[in-house]
């Protein structure tokens, strides 16, 4: 079992930053590949972005490419999101999830890959 907690989230004016960290206790998080989710209010969970087990590779949604930056420190057990510029609509709530399995980085984006979920964060961006 892994048990993921996140944390870093707030309030934060359009065009601030923010960087969530997503910490793992129960088992090394080296077998895993990670990725970053979100919820807006009202609408689905969608994915954000994505990181393969040996941090190597990183994937993003359209609406983030260029603003954010996924990675993981093996060593302490984390992975991280750092968000910059900031807008509006980047107000959620953001889960990190892990994968054990093999998948392409195309298929990064399927919530039904990861087997372990955090409990969330809440970013506000105000205009």
């Known amino acids: 079992q892994v048990q993921l907690e996140e944390s870093g989230g707030g309030l934060v004016q359009a065009g601030g930053s923010l960087r969530l960290s997503c910490a793992a206790s129960?088992?090394?998080?080296?077998?895993?590949?990670l990725g970053w989710f979100r919820q807006p209010p009202g609408k689905e969970r969608e994915f954000v972005a994505g990181?393969?087990?040996?941090?190597?590779?990183?994937r993003y949604s359209d609406s983030v490419k260029g603003r954010f930056t996924i990675s993981r420190d093996n060593a302490q057990n984390t992975v991280y999101l750092q968000m910059n510029s900031l807008k509006s609509e980047d107000t959620a709530v953001y889960y990190c999830a892990a994968r054990s399995g093999f998948a392409v980085d195309t298929m990064w984006y399927s919530q039904r890959l990861y087997e372990y979920w955090g409990q969330g964060t809440q970013v506000t961006v105000s205009s």
């Open positions: 129960g088992r090394t998080l080296i077998s895993y590949g």
């Open positions: 990181i393969s087990k040996g941090g190597t590779s990183t």
